[in-house]
């Protein structure tokens, strides 16, 4: 399929989607969101992790297009988030680690595309919220729900009733996002974050990513089994024997992934 929107890009084992309609800030429209799902799923297992920015120099992404939204029905707008829903699904469901590289504005949906990834660094100029209730509506692709889950009831609260853009410094103030950097060391960052995750065992970054995701919804005592039941099976892998081996041999590790 070829892109008019984003842009994928390799980098060795590292892939970049960038979301790239600078004239509109970037803003998700549903020919945005089905290149997005195909990049996805184009994803082979050379890709072993994943940052996604926003192309040009102003915006991560302004949020859900307001130009397509505006004349849409109800039915119609259940379709669209549920389209938003099961891209950034699909993005928080990958086995690698995600990084979201947040550029500049993460407004609405853009915020919740951050919020899907696994890591969120911000450069200095980002500034994120969500305005939904300024333009009558709630964000409708994760947000309320993620944003919770990472900040807390109070604090997402106040960013949804408020409609308050926060500055990076800010969002790391409330955990929304990991650390703040100058705008032109973020993409460095994130690649060598990205890199310095690359050296560990992908089985064992990947057990560690599912148990933390499906065990957070769940109460402690199956949360903690979910985490027996991933430790156990990474001892049918090449990778702990490897792993395990190399310490003892004061070597490092050759992990194959297998
Ligand atoms: N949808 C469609 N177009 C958008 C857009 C969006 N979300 N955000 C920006 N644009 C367009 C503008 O309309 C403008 O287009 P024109 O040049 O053709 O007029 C262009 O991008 C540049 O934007 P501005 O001139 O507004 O730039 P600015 O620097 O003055 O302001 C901004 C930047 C503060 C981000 C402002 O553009 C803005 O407030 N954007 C909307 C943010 C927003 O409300 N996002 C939430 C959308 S709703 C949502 O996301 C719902 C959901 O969860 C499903």
Redesign the pocket.
């Known amino acids: 399929m070829a892109y008019e929107n984003i842009r994928l890009e390799k980098d060795g084992p590292i892939a970049v989607l960038t979301v790239d309609r600078p ?3 970037n ?3 549903s020919a945005t969101f089905h290149e997005m799902d195909d990049a996805l799923r184009s994803l082979k297992d050379d890709t072993r992790a994943l940052i996604v920015t926003g192309g040009g120099d ?2 991560f992404v ?8 505006v004349t849409i029905t109800a039915a119609q707008a259940r379709e ?2 549920a389209l ?1 829903h099961h891209v950034f699904q699909s993005l928080e469901n990958l086995p690698i680690p995600t990084i979201a590289a947040v550029n500049g ?1 993460a ?4 915020l ?1 595309l951050a919020l899907g990834c696994d890591l969120i660094y911000a450069s200095e100029k980002a ?1 994120l ?4 209730v ?2 009558g ?5 994760g ?1 309320t729900q993620r944003l919770t889950r990472l900040v807390g009831r109070s604090r997402a609260k106040e960013m949804l009733f408020t409609a308050d ?1 926060i500055d990076a410094a800010r969002a790391k103030e409330i955990g929304l996002v990991l650390d703040v950097l100058p705008a032109d060391k973020l993409m460095e960052h994130c690649r060598a974050v990205a890199a310095k995750i690359l050296k560990n065992g992908p089985l064992a970054v990947a057990q560690a990513k599912r148990v933390v995701e499906y065990g957070a919804d769940q109460d402690l005592r199956s949360a903690n089994e979910l985490e027996r039941q991933g430790f156990a099976v990474l001892f049918g892998s090449e990778d702990q024997r490897e792993g395990m081996a190399a310490f003892l041999a004061k070597r490092p590790a050759a992990f194959q992934g297998k």
């Open positions: 004239k509109a800030l803003a998700l429209n102003k915006a302004a949020g859900a297009d307001i130009a397509e939204m669209f988030s938003g504005f407004l609405g949906g853009g919740e500034k919220g969500l305005p939904e300024t333009l509506v709630i964000p409708g692709f947000g853009r």
